[in-house]
């Protein structure tokens, strides 16, 4: 099987992120099974922050999907929390195509009777709750609740282990607030944060699963 995985960071082959991206998705595939990583290349990278931009990764989005089933890929992945053109490609292509909010909210139903979701910034927060009401699971959901970063901030975290130590310490203190409203899975909302847990092997917090699609 292959499968192209598309991320919304700029160039994400060739970047610290990517590196670790790359890792994790090693770690997670079946044997015979091949992942080609790509990330936008027309675009800044930061359309998760910003809905204008947000509007122009999307339409990469939708033209690589195209590429991708031209190519034979098995399937399209759209590798950020955003889902940013999920509905669309799908609109375009013949194969299937996973978005990774959608795909972890159905993992997470899967694995507990309710999630909760830590985001990377307060901004970001409306931009997932959008997510979860647009697949129905707000009954599911025990909250959400941001750590403070930014794409600077986060870039930094790739290359600077305390620095990025201090943004694994949010993550936690805002899950243990999740588990405080009930959220049996807690859900990581944001690239940096999952690679960051997957490289040091951390898969559950108080013992609440984490979900990542």
Not at 93 to 111: D, K, Q, R
Not at 127 to 144: D, K
Request: net charge negative; proline share 4%; glycine share 8%.
């Amino acid at each position: 099987m292959k499968l192209w995985y598309q991320s919304l960071a700029r160039q994400t082959e060739s970047t610290p992120y990517g590196k670790l991206l790359r890792a994790t998705i090693a770690d997670a595939v079946d044997p015979g099974t091949t992942v080609d990583m790509r990330g936008v290349q027309n675009t800044a990278g930061i359309g998760v922050h910003y809905k204008l931009l947000e509007h122009h990764d999307m339409r990469e989005v939708i033209y690589n999907a195209m590429q991708a089933e031209r190519e034979g890929y098995d399937a399209f992945l759209v590798g950020n929390i955003s889902d940013a053109g999920l509905r669309e490609a799908r609109e375009c292509v013949n194969i299937p195509v996973l978005g990774l909010c959608e795909t972890s909210l159905h993992v997470a139903c899967m694995m507990g009777a309710s999630f909760g979701l830590v985001t990377i910034s307060p901004k970001w927060d409306l931009r997932v709750r959008e997510n979860v009401q647009r697949y129905r699971l707000e009954h599911r959901c025990a909250g959400l609740e941001p750590i403070e970063t930014s794409p600077i901030e986060l870039k930094r975290a790739m290359v600077d282990l305390p620095f990025r130590q201090g943004i694994i310490d949010q993550f936690n203190k805002a899950a243990q607030k999740l588990l405080d409203k009930g959220a049996e899975v807690i859900i990581p909302a944001g690239g940096d944060i999952i690679v960051f847990l997957a490289e040091s092997k951390t898969y559950e917090y108080q013992r609440a699963p984490s979900s990542t699609a």
